[in-house]
């Protein structure tokens, strides 16, 4: 079964930084594109960062500057640095991947999420 699981997030206080860790774990042949996704309280899902398996990565403007999207193929991992954080990047943070199996074809995953809080 392949599955993505988050960790990382946290209470962290304005100006603070967070790193979240996604780690892919299964019958993975390869991992393609990798995004992070936030949302907020009432507002809908957003894809904050991805990163493609290559190494380029896009930013939604809200976080251009202070987030950085990073990725450790030989791990199956995917980080997210977040800097200089702010009470409005207080959501839950999901991964999601897009990847091919080693026997079945290709596949998209979602993480269970983890929370961040920014708040003093």
């Known amino acids: 079964q392949v599955q993505l699981v988050e960790s990382g997030g946290g209470l962290v206080q304005p100006g603070g930084s967070l790193r979240l860790s996604c780690a892919a774990s299964?019958?993975?042949?390869?991992?393609?594109?990798v995004g992070w996704y936030r949302q907020a309280p009432g507002k809908q899902r957003e894809l904050v960062a991805s990163?493609?398996?290559?190494?380029?990565?896009n930013y939604t403007d809200s976080v251009k500057g202070r987030f950085t999207i990073s990725r450790d193929n030989a791990k199956n991992m995917v980080y997210l640095q977040m800097n200089s954080l702010k009470p409005e990047d207080t959501a839950v943070y999901y991964c999601?991947?897009?990847?091919?199996?080693?026997?079945?074809?290709?596949?998209?995953?979602w993480g269970q999420g983890t929370l961040v809080t920014v708040s003093s």
């Open positions: 999601n991947a897009h990847l091919e199996l080693v026997l079945t074809g290709y596949l998209e995953v």
């Open positions: 299964g019958s993975i042949f390869r991992i393609y594109a």
């Open positions: 990163i493609i398996s290559g190494g380029s990565s």
